[in-house]
């Protein structure tokens, strides 16, 4: 049997070592002529904001020596590392685009007689697909009316301070990137404003000197419990919302039930005045006077935008992935496409935590469908038209990790009940 790969990001790799452990014959296409997707071309203020010893592939730990939040630029070096030392770099067809993946025609489900890849390289026909093409890649800026007369600048693209004009910047959007964005600018002292329009929990990265997930005593609670204690700790370590200067409080009850960010170091320049808030949209541009939506306007220099990314999936015809929200609605923990057999997501969830270990997790899962498909012959068995018909399909991309847990749980009950049908069947 011989399965594509494509991408290889952290997610691709975690694919491709599964695929090449199980002794199955792969391709793995990359566009770019490295393994590591974002993490190669990421600002260079980026940490992780998982901890060092908890964002790793499986039996392959980082290096003692990185700090506990290692810089973008370890976490490449990490990511290079596991190519290295499991022959992945050697078995990847680099500089490749995925132009086209089609099912091979059948009379059975969508994908159960495999599916050809076309590349810039050629085409060639795959028992299965595995999809890791990443979601933080086409990015997403909203269209305001008017124009602005200077540099506009998407997260994606932004790299350092040297890429601002002036000295008054606006950031668009407050999750992780963005507030990472007005810190890094704050700190370099330009004249910085954020826009935050909804409440969001802030939480540090840090309690009593350890990193937050590290706290051993919080494995004796539930999850609302958990919810509950981080929210109070919080308020103990920063305070709330409602002591910073025009930051909007939470309308959500529990961190899980909305936005969330792991970051204090805003609330620190907020708090010196290096950093300014925005409660307001933007209603449209002129020259470098930016008009909000309740009236007021504000001359600035440079925007950037941390506006997040379309998750987009170019090489599959628009009518083979049905969406919800704009995103592809998806079955068992993410994994897989709504009425597509053979054909796997890997990494187009992000539960929350460490996203590293999501990607091996939901490789194995693949193994146990593979190895399904493998007993019942050519076309393999209908698992996705089963999974579909039991649970219900998903189209959050970030999403709390104990709902993600439950959905692996339940995929694994579903997937044992469904291999001692097959069993059965075969006796």
Not at 16 to 26: C, I, S
Request: charged share 20%; net charge negative; with cysteine.
């Amino acid at each position: 049997m011989k399965y594509c790969v494509i991408g290889a990001g952290a997610a691709g790799l975690s694919a491709l070592n599964m695929l090449t452990e199980q002794g199955y014959e792969v391709d793995c296409f990359e566009k770019s002529d490295v393994v590591g997707g974002h993490w190669n071309t990421d600002y260079d203020a980026l940490h992780l904001i998982t901890s060092r010893n908890q964002t790793v592939f499986e039996d392959f730990p980082m290096p003692e020596h990185y700090p506990h939040f290692p810089r973008r630029d370890q976490v490449t070096e990490y990511i290079h590392s596991f190519a290295a030392e499991r022959g992945h770099d050697k078995r990847i067809t680099f500089n490749t685009e995925v132009l086209s993946v089609t099912p091979v025609e059948t009379a059975g489900p969508v994908g159960s007689a495999g599916w050809v890849v076309t590349t810039s390289a050629g085409a060639d026909t795959y028992n299965g697909v595995l999809v890791a093409n990443g979601h933080l890649w086409d990015k997403k800026i909203p269209n305001v009316p008017g124009t602005f007369a200077g540099p506009q600048i998407h997260s994606s693209e932004y790299r350092n301070t040297d890429d601002i004009v002036g000295k008054r910047v606006l950031v668009v959007g407050a999750g992780n990137s963005g507030c990472d964005l007005a810190v890094d600018a704050a700190q370099h002292r330009f004249e910085v404003d954020i826009v935050i329009r909804h409440g969001a929990y802030f939480q540090p990265k840090m309690y009593f000197g350890r990193p937050r997930a590290e706290l051993g005593f919080m494995a004796e609670f539930s999850p609302s419990e958990q919810d509950l204690i981080s929210r109070l700790l919080a308020r103990v370590s920063i305070g709330e919302n409602a002591d910073y200067p025009g930051l909007p409080v939470p309308h959500h009850r529990a961190i899980a039930e909305g936005p969330a960010v792991v970051n204090d170091l805003l609330l620190y320049w907020i708090h010196h005045g290096r950093v300014g808030v925005v409660g307001h949209g933007i209603e449209r541009f002129d020259g470098n006077t930016v008009h909000f939506t309740d009236g007021t306007a504000r001359d600035y220099d440079t925007i950037l935008y941390a506006t997040g990314f379309h998750p987009s999936l170019p090489f599959l015809d628009d009518s083979l992935v049905p969406r919800s929200n704009g995103v592809p609605l998806r079955h068992a923990g993410g994994i897989i496409p709504q009425g597509l057999e053979k054909l796997y997501y890997i990494g187009l969830t992000s539960p929350r935590g460490p996203q590293i270990p999501v990607y091996g997790v939901q490789a194995k899962i693949v193994a146990r469908m593979l190895a399904m498909h493998d007993s019942a012959g050519d076309e393999g068995t209908r698992v996705a038209h089963y999974l579909g018909q039991l649970q219900e399909a998903d189209d959050r991309i970030d999403i709390p990790r104990d709902i993600w847990n439950d959905q692996l749980a339940d995929t694994h009950r579903l997937l044992d009940a469904f291999e001692a049908n097959l069993h059965a069947s075969n006796a």
